[in-house]
C-alpha cells in the first residue's frame, strides 16, 4: 500500500520560512517524479514544484519561483520543499503527489498525500 504523509505545515509570519517534508512508503520512491500542490480554499489545486526521479531537474510556479526550493533525498524516501519570503497569498493546504509524467496536472499523478495546512499571516 502506498502512503505518503506530509509534515511541516504551520503558521508564520509574512516573510517566514518553513519546511515541509513529505515521507513515502510501499513505491519505488527513485522511479518517480514528485510534485508539490497547494489547494486555497474554494480554489482549485494548483501546481507548485516537481523534480525528477533522481534530483536532476525541477520545474516551479513562476509564483514561487526564486523563494521555494524542492529537492528529494532517495535514500530516506522524502521530498521536501523549503518555502522562503512566504507571503499571505502561499496560504493553503499543499500535498506531495507522485508521478511518472513530468507534468503539472493534478490527474496526472498517480499517489497523494493527505496535506498539510501551511497558513501565512500578514
Known amino acids: 500500500q502506498v502512503q505518503l504523509v506530509e509534515s511541516g505545515g504551520g503558521l508564520v509570519q509574512a516573510g517566514g520560512s518553513l519546511r515541509l517534508s513529505c515521507a513515502s512508503s510501499?513505491?519505488?520512491?527513485?522511479?518517480?517524479?514528485m510534485g508539490w500542490f497547494r489547494q486555497a480554499p474554494g480554489k482549485e489545486r494548483e501546481f507548485v514544484a516537481r523534480?525528477?526521479?533522481?534530483?536532476?531537474?525541477?520545474y516551479y510556479l513562476d509564483a514561487v519561483k526564486d523563494r521555494f526550493t524542492i529537492s528529494r533525498d532517495n535514500a530516506k524516501n522524502t521530498v521536501h520543499l523549503q518555502m522562503n519570503s512566504l507571503k499571505p497569498e502561499d496560504t493553503a493546504v499543499y500535498f506531495c503527489?507522485?508521478?511518472?509524467?513530468?507534468?503539472?496536472?493534478?490527474?496526472?499523478?498517480?499517489?497523494w498525500g493527505q496535506g498539510t495546512q501551511v497558513t501565512v499571516s500578514s
Open positions: 510501499g513505491l519505488t520512491f527513485s522511479a518517480y517524479i
Open positions: 503527489a507522485a508521478t511518472w509524467k513530468a507534468s503539472m496536472r493534478p490527474l496526472e499523478y498517480d499517489y
Open positions: 523534480i525528477s526521479p533522481y534530483g536532476g531537474s525541477y
